[in-house]
């Protein structure tokens, strides 16, 4: 079993299918250098989704799709007040996936990397190398 990546996103967008608030500045999310996206919450409100695009993937064609492993940094100003609202994987289509990743663990106020998925964990979805290397 071969392993590809980690690859980061080189696209980042506030989608709004979700949630109440928008995301501000989404492209801050794509390095890990102390510049954030960020959402304004109050009581019982969730954030958009951030939609992380192009991984520049390169599988070769005739390999099987094993599983997807997500890392996400983040973090929160106050501490046992933010949890997961949704993490789902975003189809070829650009239809975001039906199953959800979310952690019920409360964010840290220090940044921290949480793990979604596994190596034999493909989000509910049957995918080929077409479908996880399309740009969307």
Request: proline residues 4%; aromatic residues 6%.
């Amino acid at each position: 079993m071969a392993s590809i990546g980690p690859n980061n996103a080189a696209t980042f967008a506030d989608d709004g299918t979700v949630g109440d608030v928008a995301l501000g500045t989404p492209s801050n999310a794509q390095t890990s250098n102390d510049s954030y996206c960020t959402a304004v919450l109050l009581g019982g409100q969730a954030s958009h989704y951030l939609k992380a695009t192009n991984f520049s993937l390169n599988i070769p064609i005739h390999s099987k799709i094993d599983g997807i492993v997500v890392e996400i940094e983040k973090s929160s100003t106050l501490l046992d007040s933010i949890t997961d609202n949704a993490v789902r994987i975003v189809l070829p289509s650009g239809v975001i996936g039906s199953t959800n990743k979310a952690s019920g663990s409360n964010w840290s106020t220090t940044d921290a990397y949480t793990t979604y998925g596994s190596s034999t964990d493909t989000w509910g979805e049957t995918l080929k190398p077409i479908d996880v290397n399309d740009i969307n």
